[in-house]
């Protein structure tokens, strides 16, 4: 997901630029509403300062709504309750006040693009390469025909890493998506989780660590002989 940062502030923003792309996203940074408005390339959210040095964060939001329905979380040091209406009632999705930490920013990111883009559900079992079926509703897996016995967080890791196939996903990123990001238990659980799911799944699927980073799920294109 591309994310368009528009922060006068550089250490907020790099602060906040690092922790988004420790999350797995691509982050666009400007300093100014003018620049913002002036960038061309596509974008799929934008976080947005009020406090700019050349033009009110507001009138900002309220040109890019103007333009179209990209989802925008106000970001700001503005504690007065009017500035948090106005910017939600001219057209932002979400109002995020400093300080902030990164994981609150990320999920009200994930909230929001829930809202405004419900995930489609299979019909029934998604393949992924020659062996692996995974059916999400029923929350079932095949290796072949014959049904694998998960644990209910094995398979939790196992559907999260199969939204994105090759994508690499932090530890962080998959810690709160299949644990919880309140979760304060040893993060060694995910590793006994991963090596579960690599002796289960062997020959159909790869679970490939990278090292300081996260994970990603490799699909076997061919079913082995």
């Known amino acids: 997901m591309r994310v368009l940062l528009v922060e006068d ?10 922790g988004l792309l420790r999350y797995g996203f691509e982050v666009e940074w400007v300093t100014t509403g003018t620049a913002g408005l002036a960038v061309t390339t596509p974008y799929d959210l934008v976080l947005l300062d009020l406090g700019l040095p050349d033009t009110d964060g507001l009138d900002v939001c309220r040109a890019l709504r103007r333009r179209g329905d990209v989802p925008i979380i106000v970001i700001s040091a503005r504690s007065d309750e009017t500035d948090r209406v106005v910017g939600l009632e001219i057209g932002a999705d979400d109002y995020v006040s400093k300080p902030f930490g990164v994981r609150e920013v990320i999920a009200r990111i994930r909230a ?3 809202r405004v883009r419900p995930a ?23 290796l072949d025909d014959a049904e694998v016995a998960l644990t209910p967080k094995e398979y939790d890791l196992l559907a999260f890493l199969t939204e994105e196939p090759g994508a690499l996903m932090s530890r962080e990123q998959i810690m709160e998506a299949v ?4 979760w304060f238990g040893p993060t060694k659980t995910l590793d006994v989780h991963v090596a579960a799911l690599r002796r289960k799944l062997a020959g159909a699927v790869t679970v490939e660590a990278v090292r300081g980073v996260g994970f990603r799920l490799v699909v076997e294109s061919v079913a082995r002989p």
């Open 9 to 18: 502030d550089e250490p907020v923003a790099e602060s906040l630029r690092r």
């Open 112 to 114: 929001v693009m829930r």
């Open 120 to 142: 489609e559900q299979p019909t029934g079992p998604q393949r992924y390469g020659a062996r692996l079926s995974v059916d999400r509703k029923a929350a079932r897996v095949w």
């Open 179 to 182: 644990w919880d990001a309140n």
